[in-house]
């Protein structure tokens, strides 16, 4: 059974950062694609970052050079690194495994000051 379990949201002031992680089991995670996606207040879920299992990164246009995906395959992890955070990047964040369809159960990131 693959479980996938974030954790590091909570409410920061506009400016200031948080690290969310996310550690996955029932699955081997070094080859796969680890993804970050969030849902803002009364919105549609949106892609915000995606590693794969070499390294590769893309990001959502609204978040680059503000956050950062990374990864440690000896933890099964994958972390989404947000700095910079504005009132805009309030969401529920969800960690994803895209091949299989596999999601965390999502972790709270309120900006507000």
């Known amino acids: 059974q693959v479980q996938l379990v974030e954790s590091g949201g909570g409410l920061v002031q506009p400016g200031g950062s948080l690290r969310l992680s996310c550690t996955v089991s029932g699955t081997i995670f070094s080859i796969n694609t680890g993804a970050w996606f969030r849902q803002p207040p009364g919105k549609q879920r949106e892609l915000v970052a995606l590693?794969?299992?070499?390294?590769?990164?893309n990001y959502a246009s609204s978040v680059t050079g503000r956050f950062t995906i990374s990864r440690d395959d000896a933890k099964n992890t994958v972390f989404l690194q947000m700095d910079s955070l504005k009132p805009e990047d309030t969401a529920v964040y969800y960690c994803?495994?895209?091949?299989?369809?596999?999601w965390g159960q999502g972790t709270q990131v309120t900006v507000s000051s």
């Open positions: 994803v495994i895209p091949r299989g369809g596999y």
């Open positions: 590693i794969t299992s070499s390294g590769s990164t």
